[in-house]
């Protein structure tokens, strides 16, 4: 075996052993001998160990994943202990290459694998004088640096001679100089000339003025003495100088190129490996992770295109930090938003704190994933079902005193408005665009709780579980959510019914060029999975888009409106003021916003869906829509528009008949035009002091003949008596009948 691996040996020397062994005489067979014995010694002693060249040219070795947004920006590079992305000779600038060769080698394009001058000049210099000095030449530095150890030995010297040789044999000169570029340190996790462009001044190599690029292949040399981040900056820019002059005697640069790089000021990164958008960053890790698993996303080298928008992401992350910070007197510290393209599910912002750094709030934990209850956001999904079970945005609910009973002698559940207050018979458009709690609770219970959950599901709510654990309260967010959730849900209201899940990554390339995956979603029509009927999509988004129809509980020109353009949204606040969201869309963009505080205090003071997210979601809708023109619901065919009476909810009577009465324009589902309740009349008992219907037990009462609105629950409302605390059915407390405006 040693044998055939001296005769290799000869072989690649191209040294013929046959006329030896043919012309073996005397002398001359003891000296032949000798040699063969110094080949095996050498071989022991030297070359048995040595590595082979097969791995040199091969990208296996572990390389950075870098992550980047939508239009190509860089998020993050992820690695372990290296910091290293392979790039094509092409790619690299000539300034790099050309400052490289100036310093490392000049005559690397016209001697082989060693240049026998320099070896010599360093074998006396360590011999004689004790003095280590190189004379390696770019390819003996690439063979070190990727396949020997660094020690400084004669045996690895020899060994790095012969290992030059053989790739020499294998590769051209543009491959040696490319594999070595890719592959040197540049000083701490550096390793390769793109990770080192990001590292020092934050740019892919291939963006490098002739300056940096001086100074970059001024490191290899000594990386820690000429670091600008170390303790002798000045020593970095010394040998910059060097280069550029060595660059200019060899003839790559001109005099006058020289002067102007030499004067250029270096703006180097103050981050090592910055980090923008932190928690969408590392959102996009663990999905990563979970596909491919960590040593690919650690080592592999992948290339991953996002679908975030880093420039909006930075305005999100300016805007809810600022709101946060007008909001720490009412103890608020922390908020978080997210923005998508319902069309497409690509999400273009996700903040999942007000600051990732801030370890006082935790703010490296990512609210977006978290699970929040979702107080009255979650309402829209329960009315959903109700329309889809046959009810109307006209249906009425009595908005009264009223308690539920619980199974197993559990106290009854007493609902309440937020406000505190009742507000007699409220049609389901106001209820909804008011966000009146006690008719939400009344359509649970005729929807059932199971139906809802069911509906939540299928929309991309996956966080209810077991409907028997959950009460007539989860239509006021008395489940957990996750804003990612509820951003996916509402997108199925933006899409007509259609639910698209949430897309954060469009492309990602490994090592080789290969791409593994890529989202190139459909232009039009709409696609993804049909889970609500279109027209009780439309409905929904009209109540929600409908200014009048909130404006008894939000007035007309809250935060909620947003200039000219028809925008539906939804505010929730829990019970315990620990969580406050507001939600919102058009058929373009899905806005979630939430505030509150990471170890779950309560808020204090006039928190609520107005005053809290909701700023913070006027900010970043306006922004997406700027610039745009404004956009309607498109009414499905199945939906035609009714005047209804703006008491009853019953469509009106053809204008100049008996009973008509005032009116307002209404949205229904074809052929349900008049499912909107029991409107009975009838005689009642009517307390004489009071003059509405007479409660149990009262004695002043006498029988009336009054109209009466029956609900779904079976609570009762009269119509002409006298509510001094309520407002007109269908009105506002300003007497003014809100009417959605009708759709294309």
Known sequence: MYLRKILSLLKFWKINPAPIWCGIKGKRYIVLIL?????????????????????????????????????????????????????????????????????????????????????????????????????????????????????????????????????????????????????????????????????????????????????????????????????????GKTRQLEALRKMREQGYITTEEGKVAASEELKFSKIQNKIL???????????????????????????????????????????????????????????????????????????????????????????????????????????AVGLIKGYTASTPFVDDRICFPNPGGQPPYCPVNYDGKFHGVQQMRFALANSYNIPAVKMLKANTVEAMIATASAMGITTFQDPARYGLSLTLGGGEVTMLEMTEAFGVFANNGYRIPLR????????????????????????????????????????????????????????????????????????????????GYTPSYVVATWVGNNNNMPMSGLVSGVTGAAPIWHALMEKVLENTEPQSFKRPDNVVGKHVCADTGQVAPPQGTEGRCPTRFEYFIRGMENSQGKIVREKVLINKDTGDLAKAGATNVEEQEKTVIIDLNGDRYCVDCPHPEAPPPGQSPSGAAPTPTPAP
């Not at 190189?134 to 063979?143: D, P, R, Y």
């Open 277 to 383: 958008a932190p928690h969408f960053v590392f959102y996009i890790k663990d999905l990563l992770e979970q596909k491919y698993g960590p040593r690919a996303v650690e080592q592999g080298g992948l290339h991953v295109t996002t679908s975030l928008d880093l420039d909006l992401q930075a305005y999100a992350e300016a805007t809810v930090a600022a709101e946060i910070d007008e909001l720490k007197r009412l103890n608020v510290s922390n908020g978080a938003a997210l923005i998508s393209d319902p069309r497409t599910g690509e999400i273009l912002a996700m903040v999942g704190s007000r600051n990732y750094f801030d370890d006082r709030i935790d703010g490296n934990v990512n609210v977006t994933l978290a699970k929040r209850q979702p107080g009255s956001s979650i309402k829209p999904i329960n009315y």
């Open 35 to 235: 040699v063969i014995l110094g080949l095996i010694a050498a071989y022991f002693y030297i070359l048995k160990d040595i590595p082979s060249t097969a791995t040199i040219g091969s990208t296996s070795y572990p390389q950075s994943t870098k992550i980047y947004d939508r239009n190509g920006k860089l998020l993050y590079t992820i690695f372990t202990s290296r910091n290293q992305t392979y790039v094509p000779f092409k790619q690299i600038p000539n300034y790099v290459k050309n400052a490289t060769i100036a310093l490392e080698d000049k005559d690397f394009y016209k001697h082989g694998a060693i240049d026998i001058r320099g070896i010599t000049r360093a074998f006396i210099s360590t011999v004689f004088k004790r003095e280590i000095q190189g004379g390696s030449t770019i390819t003996q530095q690439l063979v070190k640096t990727s396949l020997l150890t660094p020690e400084r030995t004669i045996s690895r010297k020899i060994k790095e001679i012969f290992l030059a040789f053989i790739v020499e044999s294998v590769y051209s000169k543009d491959k040696i100089l490319e594999m070595y570029l890719n592959q040197v340190p540049y000083g701490g996790t550096a390793y390769g000339v793109e990770a080192a462009s990001h590292v020092y001044f934050d740019k892919p190599v291939e963006k490098l003025t002739l300056a940096e690029s001086a100074f970059l292949a001024a490191l290899p040399e000594a990386p820690s003495l000429y670091s600008p981040f170390g303790s002798r900056p000045e020593l």
């Open 504 to 583: 954060p990554i469009l492309k990602v390339v490994d090592n080789r060029g290969r791409v593994l995956e890529e989202y190139q979603p459909p232009k039009s029509p709409i696609f993804g999975k049909k889970v609500l009927p279109d027209g009780v999509a439309f409905i929904i988004s009209d109540i929600l888009s409908d200014n009048g129809g909130r404006s008894q509980a939000f007035g007309a020109s809250s935060t909620l409106r947003v200039g000219k353009y028809p925008v539906a949204v939804k505010t929730g606040t829990t019970n315990d003021l620990r969580d406050n969201w507001t939600i």
